[in-house]
Structure formats: structure tokens, C-alpha cells
């Protein structure tokens, strides 16, 4: 593709992202030795590099910059900002994410991504192996990036999903699976949601590399089975939760309701909706009333 002359655009973010591209120029990260220089004025680029989710103010310079840009006009949105308007989401004056507005080749998710993550895509894009030592690309230990699932250990409890101030993790109940679903684009990588899963099943790892050409690709997830209601039949909860759930009773909490391990997983199977049924609530009630007397012999 010979020379790339990159413009810089940024609308509605908050800067984060651009620091980083700014980061890129200096020679450690060296994207000057893939042939890139940024340039001061649109008509001088072929590439133009997003970051932010862009506002009504910045909709029609946007426009203007990509008519501006010369071919093959490669756009890349660098940031979460760039690609859902993240936190911005919601604001009045937001029209993006650029994707409604431009054509985006190009997606780098991180808030912000890491230099090397930013300039790997860029070689990526030319078809560039950059060749560094490991020291260049590892992250330092304690680092954040992409998720990881153990899926042996994953019960689909979605315990990661509700502690998720970001709205980045989606937990999607088919027929009879339920879909665990990281989404980058959303996601701060804060880490909230591995310290709260209680299985340790999900972990960030030291990954950072995310370019792709589909933002809807963005993602990492974990499925589970779904088992149905001993009495409707109706699909309603992860079968490995129930398992764990009745476990972490009879073995962790209270060995002496093992004599019940049967009579409790009966319980367990009935959904929310059939638990109201009069007979239901009288088993359960039975249920009770023998583990309270088992409770006092203790
Ligand atoms: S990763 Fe952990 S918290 Fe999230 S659904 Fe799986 S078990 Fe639950
Ligand atoms: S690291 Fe986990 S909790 Fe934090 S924003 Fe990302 S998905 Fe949400």
C-alpha cells in the first residue's frame, strides 16, 4: 500500500484513546518503522484513525475529513468510544458510533487498547510482521485484557453480568442453552466481574490483541445446558447451578441435610412460576419443617 499518511479525528471521548495513538509515534512502539507518519490535514492522509463516539458537533466535520481522505481510505475506530459510544452511549448529543456514519474497515476495542495493541493492527492491516522481543508485547503482570472462560467451571449463573456497571456482558437464554457473553466495545476491563464469579471460572488475561474487521465479532462467551421444570417442563435454569447450589448445601454448609439431598434437588427443579402452585408450597413446606427438625438435633 506504499506510504500511510494517517489523520487523526477525535469527537465525543475522552481522550484516553488518543494519548495512546500519540504513545504510538515515539520509538519504542515503532510505528514510524512501518512507513506511517501522521499528517496535519485530511487531504494529506489515506488512512484516517478514529477515536470517540462522535457528536452532532463533530458528525459533520467526520464527513468532511472521509470525503477529504485520499484512497484506499482505510478507516480505523481505535477505542471503545469509537466503537459504541461506551459511556457516552447515552449522552443528548451523541449521532455516532462513527460506523452509522462512515464506512469502518477497521475495530481496535480497549478502554483505552494498549500502543502495541494499536500498532499490531496497523501491521496487521499492511500485512507487516513486526518482529520484537517479548518484552515489547508482554503485558505487565496484573494486567487486564481479553476474558478468558473456564468452561468446566462456568455455571451460567450470570453473577458476572449483573455486577457489570458496564452493560458489557449479556446472558441470552435459548431453548436449552444459556449464552454467556462478554462483549468488547462495553467492557472497562475492571475486573469486577472475575472477582465476583464464584466459581473462579471467569479471568482476564494478559491478551490484548482485538483488531477485527466485524465489531459484532468483538467478543468472548460460554454456554451452558439449561435444564426444564419437573412440572411444566418449562426451561428455566443452568443444570450446573442447581448442582452447585445443592452441593455448596449438603457438603459445605450443612452436612447433616444430606439425609434430604433428594427432597432438596426436587425443590430446586421447579421453576419461579410453578413454586406457586398450592401443592408446591406445601412440599416445600414439609421440606422445611424436616430440616428445622433436623437443624434442632443438632
Ligand atoms: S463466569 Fe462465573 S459468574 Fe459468570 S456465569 Fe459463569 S459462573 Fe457465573
Ligand atoms: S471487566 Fe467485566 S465487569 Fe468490568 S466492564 Fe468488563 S465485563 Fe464488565
Request: charged share 25%.
Amino acid at each position: 500500500m506504499g506510504k500511510i499518511s494517517v489523520y487523526r479525528f477525535l469527537s465525543a471521548g475522552c481522550n484516553g484513546c488518543d494519548v495512546e495513538i500519540l504513545e504510538c509515534l515515539v520509538p519504542r512502539y515503532k510505528l514510524a518503522d512501518l512507513d506511517v507518519e501522521v499528517v496535519e490535514r485530511p487531504e494529506e492522509a489515506n488512512v484516517l484513525i478514529l477515536t470517540g463516539g462522535v457528536n452532532i458537533k463533530g458528525k459533520e466535520e467526520l464527513l468532511k475529513i472521509y470525503e477529504a481522505i485520499n484512497p484506499p481510505r482505510i478507516v480505523i475506530a481505535v477505542g471503545n468510544c469509537a466503537l459504541t459510544k461506551e459511556i457516552f452511549d447515552k449522552g443528548y448529543p451523541m449521532v455516532g458510533p462513527p460506523d452509522q456514519l462512515i464506512p469502518v474497515n477497521y475495530y481496535v476495542p480497549g478502554c483505552p487498547p494498549r500502543p502495541q495493541a494499536i500498532v499490531k493492527a496497523v501491521a496487521d492491516i499492511l500485512g507487516v510482521k513486526i518482529e520484537e522481543t517479548e518484552d515489547y508485547w508482554l503485558a505487565p503482570e496484573g494486567f487486564r485484557g481479553k476474558h478468558e472462560f473456564d468452561s468446566e467451571k462456568c455455571m451460567g449463573c450470570g453473577a458476572c453480568a449483573q455486577i457489570c456497571t458496564a452493560d458489557a456482558i449479556d446472558v441470552i437464554d435459548g431453548p436449552d442453552k444459556r449464552i454467556i457473553r462478554v462483549n468488547y466495545g462495553h467492557c472497562s476491563f475492571c475486573a469486577f466481574c472475575q472477582d465476583e464469579c464464584p466459581t473462579q471460572a471467569l479471568r482476564l488475561t494478559r491478551e490484548y490483541h482485538l483488531l477485527t474487521s466485524d465489531r459484532q465479532t468483538a467478543r468472548v462467551a460460554n454456554e451452558v445446558n439449561l435444564v426444564g421444570c419437573s412440572v411444566c417442563g418449562g426451561v428455566f435454569f443452568p443444570q450446573k447451578q442447581i448442582d452447585w447450589a445443592l452441593k455448596r448445601i449438603v457438603e459445605e454448609k450443612v452436612p447433616a441435610y444430606k439425609d434430604f439431598s433428594s427432597d432438596i434437588l426436587s425443590a430446586m427443579m421447579i421453576c419461579t412460576k410453578c413454586r406457586r402452585e398450592i401443592g408446591s408450597i406445601k412440599r416445600a413446606k414439609k421440606l422445611l419443617a424436616n430440616l428445622s427438625e433436623r437443624a434442632r438435633k443438632l
